[in-house]
């Protein structure tokens, strides 16, 4: 939401700079609009690295027997909630 905000305000810098009525008013809602462009580039490319790293971090938490562990329950079926035992009459 953030994001779309923010792509939203560029578009309008951009249509204020062709409605500009001089060419140094037009440069400068240009160079403005570039530059917010180049914040939310930063902004999107700098969050899916700080997600990767965190992830990584809870990973190696775990160790890798707990991988073994969870891999084993899947050969053999033995995860899960114990059968109920049948009950006698």
């Given at each position: ?24 008013e037009s440069r ?54 114990p059968k109920k035992q049948p009950?006698?009459?």
């Amino acid at each position: 939401m953030l994001h779309e905000t923010t792509f939203k305000n560029i578009i309008l810098t951009q249509r204020h700079a062709l409605e500009a009525e001089t060419l140094e008013e037009s440069r400068h809602l240009i160079a403005y609009a570039i530059k917010r462009t180049e914040r939310l580039s930063n902004t999107i490319m700098n969050a899916a690295a700080k997600r990767g790293r965190k992830g990584g971090l809870a990973t190696a938490e775990r160790g890798p027997e707990y991988f073994k562990r969870i891999a084993a329950m899947r050969k053999t079926k033995g995860g899960g909630r114990p059968k109920k035992q049948p009950q006698a009459s």
